[in-house]
Each structure stands twice: as structure tokens, then as C-alpha cells.
């Protein structure tokens, strides 16, 4: 056995070893003059002068260009809409699965009071038969007073935050009808306006 790993270790680490090789010109053959460049065959430049010709469009390639040219503002503006899109789904997505997170470990109590709450909103749609603004306003307002038996804390902050942002609208609102009075139905030779009258 010791002969075997002997006889294959041996070649196989001359394999490893580096040897340089020095080349030098045979003694008896000629001395050949060392080429240019420019001499060699692929670097010729070629006589007579080449001009470039553009080849004729094929039907298919003019009416894939008309295509384009006409899908063009189409495709800008869809990826206009992704561009400011993409964001707001991104943070969807989030919300979605931290809301997974939290149902999957929810607390104590969660579901059955999401059930009275589903519950409430269902008995609001029900007496709202017949009119378009009590199914709008009955069941949102069932499902909130529900919610708001418990989570009163939670209810009281977004009754705040909802009065100031109403407030907010009513204020815009007032202000755009007081403009549009000023504009619409007081003339400036008006005797109650006019300065002199005072």
C-alpha cells in the first residue's frame, strides 16, 4: 500500500511546481525585421469608403412604431399612477398585515365584542329600509355607539379629533359661500356699500 501513495503523490505534486521557460531564437535561422501594427492584415484599413445605408422599414416595424407612438402617453401616465400608488399600497399592505398580527394575537374579549359591534351595524342597515341617507348614516352611527360602549377612551379622542375636522370643513365652507355672495350679489355701485353714505 505504501508503494501505491508513493508512486501516485510523486507526479501529482510535480503538477504543482512553477517552472519558467526562457525562449531565445535558434542560432542558424535568419534574422526577421519585427512587423508594425499598422502592417497587419487586421489593421488594414480598407480602400474605398464605406457609406452607411439605412435599410427601408418592413410594414411590421412601421405599424409596431405607430403602436408605440400611440401607447406612449398612455403608458407615461400609468407609470405616473404606480409611481404615486405604490406608496400608499405599500403602507396597506403593512396595516394589513399588522392587522393580521394583531388578530392572530388578540386580546382577551376582542371578538365578542367585535361581534356586537358587526351585529350593531347589521340591526342599523335593517332599519334603514327605504332611504338612501339612513343606510349611510344608521348603520355607521349603530356600529359607533357600539364601539364606543367599549372603548370609551378610544371613542371620546376620535369624537374630538372628527368635531375639529368638521369645525375645520364648516369654517371652509363658510368662508367659500361668504366669497361667492361677496362676488355674485353685491354690485359695487350698491348704496349700503358705497362709501360716501356713511
Request: charged fraction near 20%.
Amino acid at each position: 500500500m505504501f508503494k501505491v501513495i508513493q508512486r501516485s503523490v510523486g507526479p501529482a505534486s510535480l503538477s504543482l511546481l512553477t517552472f519558467r521557460v526562457y525562449a531565445s531564437p535558434k542560432k542558424d535561422s535568419p534574422h526577421k525585421t519585427s512587423v508594425k501594427v499598422n502592417e497587419l492584415s487586421l489593421y488594414s484599413v480598407p480602400e474605398g469608403q464605406s457609406k452607411y445605408v439605412e435599410e427601408p422599414r418592413t410594414p411590421l416595424e412601421e405599424s409596431i412604431s405607430h403602436l408605440r407612438h400611440y401607447c406612449e402617453p398612455y403608458t407615461s401616465w400609468c407609470q405616473e399612477m404606480y409611481s404615486q400608488t405604490k406608496p400608499r399600497m405599500q403602507s396597506l399592505v403593512q396595516w394589513g398585515l399588522g392587522s393580521y398580527e394583531y388578530l392572530q394575537n388578540a386580546p382577551p374579549g376582542f371578538f365578542p365584542r367585535l361581534g356586537v359591534i358587526g351585529f350593531a351595524g347589521i340591526v342599523g342597515l335593517l332599519l334603514a329600509r327605504g332611504s338612501k341617507i339612513k343606510k349611510l348614516v344608521y348603520p355607521p352611527g349603530f356600529m359607533g355607539l357600539a364601539a364606543s360602549l367599549y372603548y370609551p377612551q378610544q371613542a371620546i379622542v376620535f369624537v374630538q379629533v372628527s368635531g375639529e375636522k368638521l369645525y375645520d370643513w364648516g369654517l371652509r365652507g363658510y368662508i367659500v359661500v361668504e366669497d361667492l355672495w361677496k362676488e355674485n350679489f353685491q354690485k359695487p355701485g350698491n348704496v349700503k356699500n358705497s362709501p360716501g353714505n356713511k
